[in-house]
Nanobody, 124 residues
Framework: QVQLVESGGGLVQAGDSLRLSCAASGRTFSSYAMGWFRQAPGKEREFVAAVDWNGAIRHYAASVKGRFTISRDNAKNTVYLQMNILKPEDTAVYYC?????????????????WGQGTQVTVSS
């Protein structure tokens, strides 16, 4: 059983930065691949970023590549999403997710554990 708690969301202006954090419970965090997804009002949930068990392999959605960075600290059971040069279209609820796999996973359907989400709002 893994519980995920996101934090760090908020209201910012276009061009600003935010760092989201996702704290995981349990003693086997390094056994889990982690991902970030987002869902805007009226839209389907979409993939944002994923990282493998030790942070060596990272995947990004084309819309965030070069602006967002996913990282993890296994000693702290935490995964991060550094978001730079934020745009109004980045406005969404951001969710972190975990799956027991050593590889980075981009498919939402493969993730087993999900956090409650944190709101990110970017004003123009």
């Amino acid at each position: 059983q893994v519980q995920l708690v996101e934090s760090g969301g908020g209201l910012v202006q276009a061009g600003d930065s935010l760092r989201l954090s996702c704290a995981a419970s349990g003693r086997t965090f390094s056994s889990y691949a982690m991902g970030w997804f987002r869902q805007a009002p009226g839209k389907e949930r979409e993939f944002v970023a994923a990282v493998d068990w030790n942070g060596a392999i990272r995947h990004y959605a084309a819309s965030v590549k070069g602006r967002f960075t996913i990282s993890r600290d296994n000693a702290k059971n935490t995964v991060y999403l550094q978001m730079n040069i934020l745009k109004p279209e980045d406005t969404a609820v951001y969710y972190c997710a975990a799956v027991r796999d050593t590889r980075a996973v981009v498919e939402a359907g493969r993730y087993y554990y999900w956090g409650q989400g944190t709101q990110v709002t970017v004003s123009s």
